[in-house]
């Protein structure tokens, strides 16, 4: 928490020693002093920019500005089509980042536990890990067929490996003394990791699945670009696709806004009330 007093100093030896120590901060200095007020501000300034921007060039075909943005944004959440896309995206995001981050654990705990776990990850991950998630899809299109399965084993390979390479490297990072504490105690196995290994690296794990959810999300929205050209249906990238086939270039920048948003929300909300109660918390990060 922000403190609402600022500390002053004074020069030594002068008439002035025994003057003010400590001052209360004005509105504006303790407004500033939130990095929630800041990320606003910045976020407005963006949006002013591209209104300004858009106006002058006077082209919605090329750059819609903001309020049309809004305002077509405002017509598809009012006849329902909007939230029922970004629902559909967000239900198969959840099913392939669950799936994902629930094999990388596995991986993991294998990978700390024994040598043989510890080769497959590194041979796999250097193997599997640079290959694009979206090239997967026409294979997984074949194998799974026109379904949500195809977009879900394209969103586990893309969140697999970023989770399970920041995991394993938090793992490493514990210290010897902690890992003799758990020994000492009697600890072994999956207890073994899961009381020592998982809170001392949690700084890592979080950093894994905040790379891992923003991988998943942008390949969500590109799989759906191509699954809903096959299947005439999707979320909210099939929405975009079809925005832009129609030319209603408002809609698909409404599209885009609604994706940053609810990137947004999941960075700004969930994963910042889980990095405070847990490893600020912990001590693990100022």
């Known amino acids: 928490m922000t403190s609402p007093y600022a500390i002053t100093q004074t020069p030594l030896g002068t008439e002035q020693d025994q003057g003010e120590v400590e001052r209360r901060l004005g509105l504006l200095e303790r407004l500033w002093a939130s990095g929630t007020v800041r990320k606003t501000v910045i976020v407005l300034t963006m949006a002013l920019a591209w209104e300004l921007y858009a ?7 090329l750059f819609p500005t903001l309020s049309e943005t809004l305002s077509t944004a405002w017509e598809a959440i009012q006849d329902g089509t909007l939230p029922k896309r970004a629902l559909s995206s967000v239900q198969v995001l959840l099913v392939g980042y669950a799936l994902g981050v629930s094999i990388a ?70 210290s010897q003394t902690l890992r003799m504490v758990g020994l000492n105690y009697g600890l072994r196995g999956l207890g073994y990791v899961v009381k020592i290994f998982v809170p001392a690296a949690f700084a890592s794990i979080l950093t894994g699945l905040k790379i891992g959810w923003a991988f998943a999300w942008r390949t969500l929205i590109a799989a759906e670009l191509v699954f809903g050209v096959s299947s005439g249906q999707g979320g909210l990238g099939w929405f975009i696709f079809e925005k832009r086939n129609t030319l209603d270039i408002a809609g698909v920048f409404s599209g ?10 999941v ?20």
Not at 55 to 61: G, I, K, Q, W
Not at 257 to 262: A, F, H, Q, S
């Open 55 to 61: 106006r002058y060039l006077n082209n919605p075909l």
């Open 105 to 174: 654990a596995v991986v993991s705990v294998l990978a700390i536990s024994t040598r043989i776990g510890s080769d497959f990850l590194e041979t796999a991950s250097s193997m599997f890990n640079p290959l694009p998630a979206i090239a997967l899809l026409p294979l997984a299109l074949i194998w799974f067929g026109l379904g949500p399965a195809s977009i879900v084993f394209v969103l586990v390979h893309s969140v697999l490996w970023a989770v399970a390479l920041n995991t394993h490297s938090g793992f490493l990072a514990v």
């Open 256 to 265: 885009l806004v609604t994706v940053i948003l609810i990137g947004l929300l």
């Open 267 to 286: 960075e700004n909300v969930i994963f910042r009330t889980i990095e405070r109660v847990t490893v600020r918390r912990w001590g693990l990060q100022s």
